[in-house]
């Protein structure tokens, strides 16, 4: 417990640092709350089942980015297109995350590197297809898209059509707030809890716990991996798609890229670790994570006359907590298995 | 029966790689592209980044892997190019007391991460890949607030604060590109010998042949012997007697070094020090390089960082002007991408002590 007090004391310092009006802080971060927390939520599966941080959810935020890529090309807005991105993502983020579970139970007990080098790897793949072949090879009925050469997407994307139909259906107009995201998350988060009490949830500690025990048991191990992965990437395309119709445009070839960065540095900042995580800390450590960033820019412009220097103090922050957590755990297992062995 | 045996031999990722390569430069003759210049450009890459891959042979003989923080030494081989350079020492000297200062930094830095590491076996390519990012993104708030004065190297505005790139252009750029290269060639010289000295950045690849030298011969002493048995198996190397912590720690060490003094030597060559995220984009194409050349996550020889290097800087090389002419600009980024990434997850995916 003693990571997220640490930051919940770093945050609260940097908010008085900050002079922030209070009320600006709460709003803010429930917006941020309703974009990350299905992103940060998509990490939880795979901890449970032994894997580690999946850092291969930006394959999951790139379908989710398809998606609506596709929803602007028809120009699909609303509720509707926000839909339509759900139902054209899912099948991609099934397949892509099939073939993720595929290359990482071919990589057993690296899968957190190999997760990452494989979303550089699907990053580039991700530029061909949509820098090189789009309105080549690919049909782009929607021109505004395009960049000015007829090839290629633009860097920018106007989400314009569906900016907030999420957030504001039903409740729209009563409060400005995002009723609806929030509620929604909630329900994933309710199924998340009541698929991990199933057989399979089970299964998935089993393995978890030891692959030779979960094996020996009767378990297809490399299966529920493989299962596991798929219900974590298709949870990250359904959460860019929400966190990109908050936002309101899709910077094409970046907004991906970040995902699994700041996902996983919240879950870690909530107190999980790389084989245990749940909803709570998933809740407390995008709330902690979040507030720091609302907090770090004007705190480091107030502290020493430098706003970059809170914008490097942050990036700072989300890189040195991965890496701390990562080297208190493997740690941690070292010392365990060394004091078995005596 | 004998093609399988040459096809084993040379594997998969190089064959597809030199066949990619060749491809290349069979169009860019036919579209007419000077050789010479082509030939120019991959020697000058493979020199400037071939140092750099060199440093992976340490980590991975040592049985830490593929350093992923390579960017640890890169930090103190900029900080001592930077020192050297707010000096404003020019050419050798500015040279020599960059690698001065950078080298006693970056061997306390390695010998502190090798520590570290000897924490975490068996996850050191996931924690260090993250100390890296870690580390470079304190330092930007170091370079940001670091009291370098020169005017030359701070911004316009304000005078304090490094810039992104910092010109090498009068102090120590070019040094060892253009080590046997002259304004007047002297008159006794064949005109061969003065368009081979143009062509071959003579100065750079001598350098490297010296320090893979040194790294081959100190794998033959009974220190690196030890080493690379301490590497090799975890189990063999502790039941004869061989301290496995302490080989971990100086081939980290080593790479460390070996990182900053690599960086220098980029530098100067490139012409810019190149701050802030820079060094975050080091380690991916060093790791991609020697695994195309052929070492595993727990092999790797010199003979990897030469083919390694030469393949992926060529590839990167004659992509580039062929693409420019037949699509768009952007491709040879792209390729860089898919080419690194895919042949780290080839690596990354091979049963332990398979080749890649």
Redesign the interface.
Known sequence: MIVPIVFLLLSVIGFFLSGLPLNFVVNEMVFRLSRNLILVMSLIVPVITGM?LNFGIVLGAMAGQIGLIFIVNYKIGGILGVLVAVLVSTPIAILLGYLTGK?LN??K??E???S???G??A???Y??VF??LAGKIIPIKNKDMLMS?G??LKNTIDLNIIRKSLDNLLFGKITPLPIMTLIITALLFVGLYFLLKTKLGQEMRAVGQSMYIAGVSGINVDKTRIIAIIISTVLAAWGQIVYLQNMGTLSTYTNHEQVGLFAVASLLIGGASVDKASWKEALIGTFLFHLLFIVSPQAGQNL?G?A??GE??R??I???V???A??L???E??KNTASIKN | MDLKKIYRKIGFPRLIISTFLVLLLIIATALKIPMSGIVQDILTRFGMNAVLVLAMVPSIQCGVGIN?NLPLGVIFGLIGALVSMEFGLKSWTGFFVAILIAVPLSTIAGILYGL?LN?????E???G???G??I???M??FW??APFKNPEMTWAIGGS?LRVTLSMASTIGGVLDNAFRFEVYPSWMPKWLVSFLEIVPLGLILTFAVLAAIVWIFSKTKLGTSMRVAGSSFKFASSNGVNVDKYRILGITLSTVLAAIGIIIYSQSFGFVQLYNAPLYVA?PAAASILIGGASLRKAKIIHVIIGTFLFQGLLVVALPVINIL??G??AE?IR??IS??I??YA??RKEGETA
Do not use: D, P, R
């Open positions: 580690g290359v071919k990589a007990g690296k957190m590197i190999t990452m080098i494989l550089f790897f990053n580039g793949i530029q061909l820098i090189l050469t090839v290629g020493m430098n970059q220097i490097y103090f990036v700072f989300a890189y040195g991965i890496g701390l990562l080297l755990h493997a740690w297992k070292a | 992923f570290m924490k975490v076996k068996g996850q390519m996931t924690v890949n993250y100390f990012y870690s470079v993104s304190f930007c708030i940001l607030i604060g991916l699509s768009e952007s491709m792209i991408i898919v990434n895919g780290i997850l990354l995916t």
